[in-house]
T-cell receptor, first 111, second 113 residues
């Protein structure tokens, strides 16, 4: 059974810092991995999608990497801002459109 | 570009009542999904649909019924609501089965008393 773990569960950083969020999964036979952002009381917003054949994807200040062999993905956020405060979720697509989600990392960026 | 809309956004009901959560997408995506999000469990797949009139069970389907008569709509029905079904329900869609990006609605918060 695929299991997805996100560490740390919560993170607080001062504005301007670069930071890395981690996601690990137990079964490397995946189609893709997707990073989401969730604001309190809101739905999930897709940030980056990495296909299994790719190593990384970039969007603005965000960069996500994927290492299938080690079962790891990282989300790098450059020059963090208070508006980046949210919960970040990774999800692995591994079986017939069934995504397995991690439980998220709650990020707070302080002034 | 409306995307995915869910209704109602908030619902309070009583044990044993039937509740239907609606999901409508404007992208003509083939695949649609229902997830529930609970503290300690994260997001879990309830049902999904590959196209109109094609549905399949996810991880936690018991107590739920879905239908998909039109591509754009994917309602989720709780035939006899239980307190354990108190949760936030998210509808999502994707253009492709295994490699497509998943897009979510804003969620429906259901409380069963």
């Amino acid at each position: 059974k695929q299991e997805v773990t996100q560490i740390p569960a919560a993170l607080s950083v001062p504005e301007g810092e670069n930071l890395v969020l981690n996601c690990s999964f137990t079964d490397s036979a995946i189609y893709n991995l997707q990073w989401f952002r969730q604001d309190p009381g809101k739905g999930l917003t897709s940030l980056l999608l990495i296909q299994s054949s790719q190593r990384e994807q970039t969007s603005g200040r965000l960069n996500a990497s994927l290492d299938k062999s080690s079962g790891r993905s990282t989300l790098y956020i450059a020059a963090s801002q208070p508006g980046d405060s949210a919960t970040y979720l990774c999800a692995v697509n591994h079986t017939a459109s069934k995504l397995t989600f991690g439980t998220g990392t709650r990020l707070q960026v302080t002034l | 570009d409306a995307g995915i809309t869910q209704s109602p956004r908030y619902k309070i009901t009583e044990t044993g009542r039937q509740v239907t959560l609606m999901c409508h997408q404007t992208w003509s995506h083939s695949y649609m999904f229902w997830y529930r999000q609970d503290l300690g469990h994260g997001l879990r797949l309830i049902y999904y649909s590959a196209a109109a009139d094609i549905t399949d069970k996810g991880e936690v389907p018991d107590g739920y019924v879905v239908s998909r008569s039109k591509t754009e709509n994917f309602p989720l029905t709780l035939e006899s609501a239980t307190r354990s079904q108190t949760s936030v329900y998210f509808c999502a869609s994707s253009v492709r089965r295994n490699t497509g990006e998943l897009f979510f609605g804003e969620g429906s918060r259901l409380t069963v008393l």
